[in-house]
């Protein structure tokens, strides 16, 4: 299992959610966050304030899937989110060593 975990623009959310309605996901968590990347949150950097970071919101959307699913997500994903702008946002995909379905006791790729 990964956890295809996406930073994205929260104008995009909408348009995300829709595509993955018809995309076999069977769970997400979607938090929102403030955050920075290479322009440290500044569309333009000023004489005098190039030292501070500017954190903008964004939207941070989880999601586990089974390993052979995370090429397509990561398209999907790609595609919904862009704009071709700075600050489309990033993804990151780690390992999901376990995980348990509270109600039932399943464990591991049962839960998905
Ligand atoms: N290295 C990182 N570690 C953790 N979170 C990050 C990292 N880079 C970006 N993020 C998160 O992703 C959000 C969007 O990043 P952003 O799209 O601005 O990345 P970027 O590398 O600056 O690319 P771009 O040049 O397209 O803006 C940030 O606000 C932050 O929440
Ligand atoms: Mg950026």
Do not use: N, W
């Not at 899937?65 to 919904?80: A, F, G, M, P």
């Amino acid at each position: 299992m990964k956890k295809v975990e996406a930073i994205i623009r929260p104008v995009k959310l909408e348009d995300l959610k829709e595509a993955l309605g018809k995309y076999d996901i069977h769970g997400m968590t979607v938090t929102e966050v403030v955050g920075c990347g290479l322009q440290k949150g500044k569309k333009e950097v000023y004489r005098g304030t190039e030292y501070t970071i500017d954190l903008l919101p964004k939207v941070k959307v989880e999601i586990v899937v089974k390993d052979h699913k995370v090429d397509e997500l990561v398209k999907l994903i790609s595609e919904t989110a862009k704009t071709g702008e700075i600050g489309d946002g990033k993804i990151f995909i780690c390992p999901v060593e376990h995980a348990v379905r509270i109600r039932t006791g399943e464990a591991g790729e049962a839960v998905l």
